[in-house]
């Protein structure tokens, strides 16, 4: 089946009463827990009790089914943010003595969070995000190796290919944030990722409304950790599991779109004089782009554009001041165009020194690219840009 088709039809819902086919929101807390006429306890199809809404909810549930096909995982749990998903992750899996080994250009928060489980014996290794640096750093200590696809704001592709296979020699797991790329474009589970964790919040449910994370992994696995999701408490809330399932409908189509808009914008920006250098792993002069390309499906590099403009943080904030159409604000993967510059939002706590190395520069501005029409965006950007002309 294929991803445009999946997200439509994945969820496995019917209503035999009624004959909807639409999943509808449970908004409930409880549930009878047993069958009065048999006696037998009300589980639902992964063996649990339905019962109560912390621990499992059938709008939560069919939302699940269309995420485990489109990342082509055996099961998978849905969180109240990606955050969440991380938390319960890392909580679960890590345990005293044990190290994570994640990318140094993972997102902040991420960071933040793993470098404080050292309050629980637990230490977070950081490495450059590429395949070799990151092997470089596993010991006979790591228990997880945590990157991301493509990297937040500089865009750097890792071989995950490459790393998967050495992870799974050496025995650790492999986790794989895949919110930037999404499924529609590449999917680390068939490429020997062990988890595939999602901030939902952003192309995956795709309207800028809703806060929501995912987990997609092994049956082994996901029933570990959803008893974790129980313990911490952090499912995803009906409605909001509602809202990305519709949201989800359109991903495929929605990503191709992106993707196209941010190739225009890329190969516009990597022309003009006011630009001194454009990211975007699909523009063949990036060091990226064939990494990019052996990974990533139907020419599609996802639709975040990042560039540095001539000048130095005065001149990035002045075109950030300036824009009309795009919305200054640090998200990514909705409709509307977002720009931030990263030094003064996902990478403000960031070491200056490893922002050197990471190349997140003062003169640097992310752009999630929209929906909109593409002559539209460019016309703002262009406007914007005459501001340090
Ligand atoms: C936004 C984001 C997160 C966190 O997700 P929330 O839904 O905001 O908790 C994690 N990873 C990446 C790559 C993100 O962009």
Same mark, same amino acid.
């Given at each position: 089946?294929?991803?445009?088709?999946?997200?439509?039809?994945?969820?496995?819902?019917?209503?035999?009463?009624?004959?909807?086919?639409?999943?509808?929101?449970?908004?409930?807390?409880?549930?009878?827990?047993?069958?009065?006429?048999?006696?037998?306890?009300?589980?639902?199809?992964?063996?649990?009790?339905?019962?109560?809404?912390?621990?499992?909810?059938?709008?939560?549930?069919?939302?699940?089914?269309? $995420?485990?096909?489109?990342?082509?995982?055996?099961?998978? $749990?849905?969180?109240?943010?990606?955050?969440? @998903?991380?938390?319960?992750?890392?909580?679960?899996?890590?345990?005293?003595?044990?190290?994570?080994?994640?990318?140094?250009? @993972?997102?902040?928060?991420?960071?933040?969070? @793993?470098?404080?489980?050292?309050?629980?014996?637990?230490?977070?290794? $950081?490495?450059?995000?590429?395949?070799?640096?990151?092997?470089?750093?596993?010991?006979?200590?790591?228990?997880?190796?945590?990157?991301? @696809?493509?990297?937040?704001?500089?865009?750097?592709?890792?071989?995950?290919?490459?790393?998967?296979?050495?992870?799974?020699?050496?025995?650790?797991?492999?986790?794989?944030?895949?919110?930037?790329?999404?499924?529609?474009?590449?999917?680390?589970?068939?490429?020997?990722?062990?988890?595939?964790?999602?901030?939902?919040?952003?192309?995956?449910?795709?309207?800028?409304?809703?806060?929501?994370?995912?987990?997609?992994?092994?049956?082994?696995?996901?029933?570990?950790?959803?008893?974790?999701?129980?313990?911490?408490?952090?499912?995803?809330?009906?409605?909001?599991?509602?809202?990305?399932?519709?949201?989800?409908?359109?991903?495929?189509?929605?990503?191709?779109?992106?993707?196209?808009?941010?190739?225009?914008?890329?190969?516009?920006?990597?022309?003009?004089?006011?630009?001194?250098?454009?990211?975007?792993?699909?523009?063949?002069?990036?060091?990226?782009?064939?990494?990019?390309?052996?990974?990533?499906?139907?020419?599609?590099?996802?639709?975040?554009?990042?560039?540095?403009?001539?000048?130095?943080?005065?001149?990035?904030?002045?075109?950030?001041?300036?824009?009309?159409?795009?919305?200054?604000?640090?998200?990514?993967?909705?409709?509307?165009?977002?720009?931030?510059?990263?030094?003064?939002?996902?990478?403000?706590?960031?070491?200056?020194?490893?922002?050197?190395?990471?190349?997140?520069?003062?003169?640097?501005?992310?752009?999630?690219?929209?929906?909109?029409?593409?002559?539209?965006?460019?016309?703002?950007?262009?406007?914007? $840009?005459?501001?340090?002309?």
């Amino acid at each position: 089946m294929g991803d445009q088709t999946t997200v439509i039809h994945g969820h496995e819902y019917f209503d035999e009463k009624y004959g909807s086919f639409i999943v509808p929101i449970y908004q409930t807390a409880i549930f009878e827990q047993i069958i009065r006429e048999t006696g037998e306890r009300r589980v639902s199809d992964r063996g649990v009790d339905l019962k109560y809404s912390r621990e499992e909810n059938p709008t939560v549930r069919h939302l699940e089914k269309v $995420l485990t096909k489109l990342e082509g995982g055996e099961d998978s $749990l849905c969180f109240s943010s990606g955050m969440a @998903a991380i938390s319960t992750l890392f909580i679960g899996l890590l345990k005293k003595g044990d190290e994570v080994v994640l990318s140094k250009e @993972a997102y902040g928060t991420t960071i933040q969070l @793993a470098q404080e489980l050292s309050k629980f014996g637990v230490e977070a290794k $950081l490495a450059y995000p590429r395949a070799e640096d990151i092997i470089e750093a596993i010991s006979s200590k790591t228990k997880l190796v945590f990157v991301e @696809a493509m990297t937040n704001p500089t865009l750097k592709v890792i071989d995950i290919k490459h790393l998967a296979e050495h992870c799974r020699d050496e025995g650790v797991t492999l986790v794989v944030d895949n919110t930037f790329v999404t499924p529609v474009i590449y999917k680390p589970l068939n490429d020997g990722a062990k988890i595939v964790i999602h901030s939902l919040t952003k192309y995956l449910a795709g309207h800028n409304d809703v806060i929501a994370g995912a987990m997609i992994s092994s049956t082994e696995i996901i029933n570990e950790l959803w008893d974790w999701r129980r313990k911490l408490g952090c499912i995803t809330a009906p409605f909001d599991a509602y809202l990305v399932l519709r949201g989800l409908k359109t991903l495929a189509l929605r990503v191709k779109r992106h993707s196209e808009n941010a190739m225009v914008v890329a190969e516009f920006l990597e022309d003009d004089p006011r630009v001194k250098e454009v990211l975007y792993p699909g523009l063949p002069s990036s060091e990226y782009h064939e990494v990019a390309k052996s990974l990533f499906r139907d020419g599609l590099y996802g639709g975040v554009v990042s560039f540095k403009v001539k000048g130095g943080f005065k001149e990035a904030l002045r075109v950030f001041r300036s824009v009309k159409l795009i919305r200054p604000s640090p998200s990514l993967g909705g409709p509307e165009s977002l720009m931030t510059v990263p030094v003064l939002s996902i990478a403000a706590k960031m070491p200056k020194e490893i922002r050197e190395e990471l190349g997140i520069t003062d003169n640097l501005i992310r752009l999630s690219v929209g929906l909109e029409d593409v002559d539209d965006i460019i016309e703002d950007l262009d406007r914007s $840009l005459q501001s340090i002309q």
